[in-house]
């Protein structure tokens, strides 16, 4: 089902839904999915009200949401103001959201399309760029969650010395991550990232994520993305397919594309598979073992 409706102040807010799930697309401003949840239930993501219902402002604003950049991150040029109206197109199964109007002229677009048969979304990212000269960039997709949860990113499978020898992925942190912070847990299986709106700083941390899927639990629903990476690609950020980041306000689960060096015209694109599921999950890794990895289209190891 597709309707037109209101959202924060956005009266042409778009509404895809099964009967069981939910999402709100913006058309004032994006493109962005404002709203995400199971139909009756909560926000999985995060929105800052004094932000909803705004168009036209000179400076780039979070709004919430989830949302698409291309990467790597670099102020002025990845905080290019998205705060007008973009097109939008419904074909019956998939909607298309597409910004024209972008400063960098590096045109953004997603494509949602919502299961008819079960909690599942697909998003189509896409990056065409509309300059007269090549663009390295990467596919870069950002979800804002909610406060109170907790991000969940599965490690490589353990293998004990000396029976593989080479390492199995980077782990990076920027010059802000305390690894010693509360909110992480540094599990043998997982490493989980809790949002605390108590906390007074921020954290990030990243990865190259080859068992394919990111998750984000909270109050009872799961939220799981699941992704590719290229081997032998080169990401961004040092290697990086998967970030997560948190601060006060929220926490982003982020996952990337490979770099990639766009002619004019060209295009590249990033697909997260979406998967939403009512899940009681404790802290452990064996909790995660039991409760959400079954959910999870995880990948064969790789060694």
Known sequence: MMEIVEFGGWPNCIRLSNGEIELVATTEVGPRIIWLGFVGGQNLFKTYPEMLGRTGDAEWLIYGGHRLWAA?????????????????????????????????????????????????????????NRNPWPVELAVWALSVMAPGGRAVVPQEPFIPHPDVLTPSRPLVLWHYTDMSDPRWTWGRRYVQLRQNPA???????????????????????????????????????????TEMYTDPEMLEV???????????????????????????CGPGDSDIDERLLPLVDERAPAR
Not at 96 to 121: F, G, H, Q, Y
């Open 254 to 280: 982020e996952t990337l594309g490979p770099i990639t060096r766009l002619e004019p015209g060209a295009h590249a694109d990033h697909v997260e598979s979406w998967l939403l599921a009512k899940v009681d």
């Open 199 to 241: 906390a007074t700083t921020k954290q990030k941390a990243g990865m190259l994520n080859r068992r394919g899927w990111a998750a984000y639990l909270l109050d009872g629903d799961a939220f799981i993305k699941g992704y590719g990476d290229e081997p032998g690609a080169d990401y961004v950020d040092l290697g990086c397919n």
């Open 72 to 128: 790597p991150e670099a102020s002025p040029r990845t905080y290019a103001p998205d705060n007008r109206p973009i097109e939008h197109a419904w074909d019956g199964a998939s909607l298309t959201l597409r910004n024209l109007d972008e400063p960098n002229r590096i045109e953004k677009e997603m494509r949602l399309t919502v299961s008819p048969t079960a909690p599942r979304v697909e998003v189509r990212h896409r990056l065409t």
